[in-house]
């Protein structure tokens, strides 16, 4: 992979468990390189719109993808996507819920606001780290997404 364009991945994640879990995941498949995890809701917004302590990035350097937990503090996952999804300069860029919520509600709220896809993490750690990774590889290098705009 070209080093000049190293991929960034946004990882919405309040739990310490989980996070850990998906970043040694995204390490063993070398996929680690650029890698932002945000602690809940307002964070991941700050970061995306370069606000707070992000406000020296650009926006048009937004992560290639973001892996969105939907129970979050501050700011819940449906009301980051919502967000993203809303404002033309970001709406391109892919969400994957990564969540435990099974819940219907959840699902269909979800991709009613333009979630890419909808993972359930498995409570297996082989398994979540198997997922993570497929997550990273297809998004981050198979994917082919359009550049966010500003």
């Not at 991941?44 to 020296?56: E, K, N, Q, R, S």
């Not at 969400?95 to 919520?101: A, D, F, G, K, R």
Request: glycine share 4%; charged share 25%; aromatic share 6%.
């Amino acid at each position: 992979m070209n080093e000049t364009h190293a991929v960034e991945l946004l990882l919405v994640e309040d739990s310490s468990q989980d996070l850990e879990l998906a970043m040694r995941a995204l390490r063993k498949a070398n996929l680690a390189n650029r890698i932002h995890a945000a602690r809940d809701g307002a964070e991941a917004l700050d970061y995306v719109f370069c606000h707070g302590a992000h406000a020296a990035r650009r926006i048009t350097d937004g992560p290639k993808v973001i892996l969105l937990d939907l129970k979050l503090p501050k700011i819940d996952g449906l009301e980051v996507l919502k967000r993203i999804k809303a404002d033309p300069r970001t709406k391109t860029i892919p969400i994957v819920v990564l969540t435990s919520s099974k819940e219907e509600t959840d699902v269909v709220a979800s991709y009613q606001l333009g979630v890419n896809a909808y993972i359930v993490k498995p409570v297996n750690f082989e398994r979540f780290s198997e997922a993570v990774r497929d997550l990273g590889l297809f998004w981050l290098l198979l994917n082919q997404s359009p550049k966010v705009s500003g």
